[in-house]
């Protein structure tokens, strides 16, 4: 569904993917650990490009991804993303922000869309919230509108930013709920997290991310209780 081949990745003279090569198959959870400053974002930000890059090449679905080609817009309709500030449209109500991609992109008839919006924020607990605006939800309730938002796209693929980062303590289980909820339906997922509890239970596979470079990858409970690289320990350690 998705592959990296010998990413490369500046920010100006800056390379900060320094030759990334990974997969994800249909129906596949990856999780994306590692520490501040690694890479992941940009990793991801690569695949639905969001960011250009310089060398190497990411396809989905066998096609190359390149932002400065049309195809790009298929691109992002068919890998959704889901960011650790939710990004919702502040002045929209979660029902409209999550039928906003579905109408203006994808062209669907308005009330098509919004009978699968509301199908979607009832999937997501919202169904009593499809009138409030972000700012009269909670940041949980927020994340859960912007993954029924991604989901609205009916994509292929969804790339997770540190999902629940942004979020009290509190409110991670109702957004990890979900994101479970998804990967038991087998949506393919690739996941920057630092639940590490979340990636040893529902990813298939781990890449652990260091300098712009995989450092260790493999089964995720074994990468997990079973570090073998340094950094990966120390990471570990640090976090858990
Ligand atoms: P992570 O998500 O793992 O914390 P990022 O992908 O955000 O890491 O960042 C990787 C590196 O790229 C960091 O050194 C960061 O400072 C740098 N970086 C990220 N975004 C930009 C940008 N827009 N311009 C310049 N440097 C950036
Ligand atoms: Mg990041």
Known sequence: MIELDDLHKSYGPVEVIKGLSASVSKGEVVCLIGPSGSGKSTVLRCINGLESYQGGEIRVEGKRVDRAKPSIVDVRVHVSMVFQRFNLFPHRTALENVVEGPIYVKREPAAEARARGMALLERVGLADKAGSYPHQLSGGQQQRVAIARALAMQPKAILFDEPTSALDP????????????????????MVVTHEIAFARDVAD?????????????????????????PRTKDFLRRVL
């Not at 260790?216 to 570090?227: H, S, Y």
């Open 205 to 229: 596979r781990v890449l652990f991310l260091d300098g712009g470079r995989i450092v260790e990858e493999g089964v995720a409970r074994e990468v997990l209780t079973k570090p073998r690289h």
């Open 170 to 189: 509190e409110l991670v289980g109702e957004v990890l709920s979900v994101m479970r909820s998804l990967a038991a339906e087998h949506m393919t997922m």
